[in-house]
């Protein structure tokens, strides 16, 4: 009979009730155990791994890599791809290779990274630069310099969004 009998009273009234819980409910509650010195203390793999990740190990900065890219006839095996440029750079003389001829004069100064400065030549707008199968619009800024056999284009920020570029820094 007393076995399905339920009781709907706060946990705190009941003790209240039962005086001689109340003293081992409160010693059970506030027992404190102390570590003493020298002992030694074994955690499962869970805690152990919030104590101590996996050391991650320090890498290169990734600055810049290199993509196959084609603009009309011309292929580019290493144009370089920069994650820290916010500009796409092309040298004058491949400008004239490309026999480009729109464009925009403009009054942009680029500080380089030595702190030097160099007054830009122009900007043509909307060159398209082929990516495997995709043709992406890009504006580039004209500088008069020298064009390197490895990388004579640089591509930026911008055209790393224009793209949608995903990239894993690893």
Do not use: W
């Not at 009234?13 to 409910?25: F, G, R």
């Not at 995709?134 to 020298?146: A, Q, S």
């Amino acid at each position: 009979m007393f076995a399905s009998l339920h009781v709907n009273i706060p946990f705190i009234k009941a003790l209240q009730q039962m005086p001689s819980y109340i003293k081992y409910m409160k010693e059970l509650l506030t027992r404190k155990s102390s570590l003493k010195g020298g002992q030694i203390i074994v955690m499962n793999k869970e805690c152990s791994a919030l104590i101590q990740p996996d050391m991650l190990t320090k890498r290169k900065d990734p600055g810049s890599f290199h993509i196959t890219c084609a603009i009309g006839e011309t292929m580019f095996d290493k144009g370089r791809c920069d994650l820290r440029a916010s500009i796409n750079l092309m040298p004058l003389s491949l400008m004239k290779k490309l026999q480009i001829n729109e464009l925009m004069p403009t009054d942009v100064v680029i500080r380089l990274a030595d702190k030097t400065q160099k007054q830009t030549v122009g900007v043509v707008e909307n060159v398209l630069v082929k990516v495997g199968n995709y043709f992406l619009p890009t504006d580039f800024v004209i500088l008069e310099m020298e064009e390197s056999h490895l990388h004579s284009i640089i591509l930026g920020r911008p055209f790393l969004a224009i793209a949608r570029a995903l990239i894993k820094v690893e």
